[in-house]
């Protein structure tokens, strides 16, 4: 058996994960086929510091022909709340009231860091629950090496080719086989207040499409409706982490780069990552985002004490007719090219008792057929996972009706997948450290990505 993966890495990115916030390397670091269980795994060891450790599992390989069945009963967990949360349950019940062999206990808990916490623990007592809708979801399997999913999506029934690519990426650990199945993803999208621009007399029709003109459009409005009250921005996002890795793909910044080795080396200081800084930085320097406020942004946006703000897609389901002013959105301005990292929640199969591995594929493959997942998106605002879906009379209607949803399902074009490695809750951590630091000049550009670099470095080479 491998060496024993040390506890603290389940906890500490529980800790650290925040909803919707997502790390990543480019998809050309990401070579090998996914639906292929990997033939070895980097081995590590690591304790926690009272010694307690947590046991990898052995490569598993899951049959491609289905078992003779037993009924069985599955523990659900779920990190989604809310329309999505409803939503998610309603068809689950729907599964449940359909199928003789599986009866489900759903469970809410919590939102993303919660359930990754509660996993976390639950994974060291074997007391996990079956199956889990959560955030970063490889890492509770494919960090176990549990590639067990690899087989599974082979089956000719759940048609594995029909994914859209990047979304298989974002379900794999290190770029290795795949471990999870995409629902409930999202990615940012730029929403605006409307009704504030149509005052300001702002004409929308032929919308910034780079940041620099997205910046000259927020300085004109700071002019027009900056008297409107003091706490008046032009723009903030909710998710900084999730925005500035997305702006430094934009602008050729790899990010983390993983070498021959199998390691995770950061390399989100060179210049280009430095231009991206900068600009952030001017943001705040000419009013134009408050300096540190982030965790405020989307009640700021919804007072309407803010024209723009960067939010997830999963904003289109909740805040329909829940403002006092017209939504509207428009695609993210980018810098060199066209780039949004892909964000949202994965299913995972948690138990390894071979009985209960087939009910969980019957139900993971009912959530995620083109016409259920197409339900799913259009009650929720995260984004179809098939590429059929695009195809469905209903989706059609939602994109030729619904401006939110037409802007949401058009950045597919363009959006890219992260993988999934051991501390990307504790480069989240550090990136959010950094700009709050910058924001708040204490630190020069440089240095602050020098340093979030450094920490980044250390905590990958203890690990």
């Given at each position: 058996m491998k060496p024993m993966k040390k506890l603290i890495a389940f906890l500490l990115v529980a800790l650290l994960l925040l909803p919707g916030c997502v790390s990543q390397y480019a998809n050309t670091v990401n070579k090998a086929d996914p639906t292929a269980a990997p033939a070895q795994q980097t081995e590590t060891k690591t304790e926690t510091k009272t010694e307690a450790k947590a046991e990898e599992k052995p490569a598993a390989a899951a049959p491609t022909e289905a078992p003779a069945r037993e009924k069985q009963t599955l523990?659900?967990?779920?990190?989604?709340?809310g329309t999505s949360?409803?939503?998610?349950?309603?068809?689950?019940?729907?599964?449940?009231?359909?199928?003789?062999?599986?009866?489900?206990?759903?469970?809410?808990?919590?939102?993303?860091?919660?359930?990754?916490?509660?996993?976390?623990?639950?994974?060291?007592?074997?007391t996990q629950p079956d199956v889990a809708l959560m955030y970063a979801g490889p890492l509770y399997t494919g960090g176990r090496n549990d590639y067990a999913m690899a087989e599974l999506v082979k089956r000719p029934e759940f048609d594995v080719d029909d994914i859209f690519p990047g979304m298989l990426d974002y379900c794999t650990y290190m770029g290795q086989g795949i471990c999870a199945v995409p629902f409930g993803i999202s990615t940012q999208v730029m929403y605006y207040n409307k009704t504030l621009l149509e005052k300001a007399g702002v004409d929308m029709t032929n919308p910034p499409k780079t940041w620099q003109e997205f910046y000259d459009l927020c300085a004109d409005l700071l002019v027009k409706l900056g008297g409107e009250g003091k706490d008046f921005t032009a723009f903030d996002v909710s998710d900084a982490p999730w925005l500035f890795k997305s702006m430094l793909k934009q602008n050729g910044c790899e990010i983390v780069v993983q070498g021959e080795d199998g390691k995770i080396k950061p390399v989100y200081n060179d210049a280009a990552a430095?231009?991206?800084?900068?600009?952030?930085?001017?943001?705040?320097?000419?009013?134009?985002?408050?300096?540190?406020?982030?965790?405020?942004?989307?009640?700021?946006?919804?007072?309407?004490?803010?024209?723009?703000?960067?939010?997830?897609?999963?904003?289109?389901?909740?805040?329909?007719?829940?403002?006092?002013?017209?939504?509207?959105?428009?695609?993210?301005?980018?810098?060199?090219?066209?780039?949004?990292?892909?964000?949202?929640?994965?299913?995972?199969?948690?138990?390894?008792?071979?009985?209960?591995?087939?009910?969980?594929?019957?139900?993971?493959?009912?959530?995620?057929?083109a016409e259920n997942n197409a339900e799913f998106a259009l009650a929720t605002g995260y984004l179809p996972i098939r590429k059929s879906e695009l195809n469905n009379p209903d989706i059609q209607k939602a994109l030729?009706?619904?401006?939110?949803?037409?802007?949401?399902?058009?950045?597919?074009?363009?959006?890219?997948?992260?993988?999934?490695?051991?501390?990307?809750?504790?480069?989240?951590?550090?990136?959010?450290?950094?700009?709050?630091k910058l924001e708040k000049n204490r630190g020069t550009s440089q240095a602050l990505l020098d340093k979030a670099v450094k920490d980044l470095q250390s905590e990958i080479d203890e690990g």
């Open positions: 523990q659900v967990w779920y990190a989604v709340s949360g409803d939503k998610f349950v309603a068809m689950s019940k729907a599964f449940d009231e359909g199928s003789d062999l599986v009866d489900l206990e759903l469970s809410y808990s919590g939102g993303s860091a919660d359930t990754a916490t509660k996993v976390s623990a639950a994974l060291l007592t074997n430095l231009e991206v800084t900068d600009f952030w930085y001017s943001l705040v320097t000419s009013g134009i985002m408050a300096a540190g406020e982030h965790d405020n942004a989307e009640n700021r946006f919804l007072s309407g004490n803010c024209a723009f703000i960067a939010a997830t897609s999963n904003r289109i389901s909740r805040w329909k007719g829940a403002t006092e002013f017209e939504l509207g959105a428009i695609e993210m301005p980018y810098f060199k090219d066209q780039s949004l990292a892909l964000g949202g929640n994965v299913m995972v199969i948690l138990t390894d008792d071979p009985q209960k591995v087939e009910a969980a594929w019957e139900y993971v493959s009912y959530l995620t057929t030729s009706e619904n401006a939110l949803y037409s802007i949401a399902f058009k950045q597919l074009d363009y959006t890219f997948a992260y993988t999934h490695f051991e501390q990307m809750g504790t480069m989240d951590s550090l990136i959010r450290n950094m700009l709050n």
